[in-house]
């Protein structure tokens, strides 16, 4: 089951609303379908959409907003992000020397939070060793953007490329 297409449809079967998802979710998706399975994401979402009171214009979006919350333990309070840590810096000087551009420190903050400095040092040298410089620029803001969902895309491929073998 791939959640980017079983939402939608979801969506259009029980609430009669046919708006799509905007691709830059898919990795979003990706995680969702890793943390907690399609099935049970795709169940909760249909569950969510015949609570509703009112339909909202973009279910798939308003969905993600709370579904760590219904699925996880998003009611915990998050640690503040440390944007002083010396990594941070060290993570913007590699992105800087790899690609020509700077990341925001709170863009680093919130991966050194999820995970480790290797693994975000080989997923950034891995993505940007595959990049054409025309790609650079646009490449490194997905890669970084969404709190570093294509970052965590590239890292968790890397786990399970590892787990393989």
């Not at 640690?79 to 913007?92: F, M, S």
């Not at 919130?110 to 620029?137: D, H, P, Q, V, W």
């Amino acid at each position: 089951m791939n959640l980017m297409k079983e939402l939608p449809r979801i969506a259009a079967r029980v609430l009669k609303n046919t708006r799509g998802v905007y691709p830059e979710l898919k990795s979003r998706l990706g995680l969702l379908a890793e943390a907690y399975g399609t099935a049970a994401v795709a169940t909760d979402f249909e569950k969510w959409c015949n609570d509703l009171v009112e339909t909202p214009r973009y279910p798939i979006s308003d969905y993600l907003k709370v579904v760590d919350a219904r699925l996880g333990n998003a009611g915990e309070i998050p640690a503040p992000l440390d944007l002083k840590n010396p990594v941070v810096g060290e993570l913007t000087s590699l992105t800087y020397e790899l690609t020509g551009t700077l990341p925001s420190a709170t863009s680093i903050a919130e991966l050194l939070a999820l995970y480790s400095n290797e693994e975000i040092r080989a997923a950034l040298t891995e993505f940007a060793e595959g990049l054409t410089e025309r790609e650079l620029k646009t490449a490194m803001r997905t890669f970084f953007a969404n709190g570093g969902t294509g970052a965590a895309a590239v890292i968790l491929a890397r786990r399970r490329r590892s787990n393989a073998s």
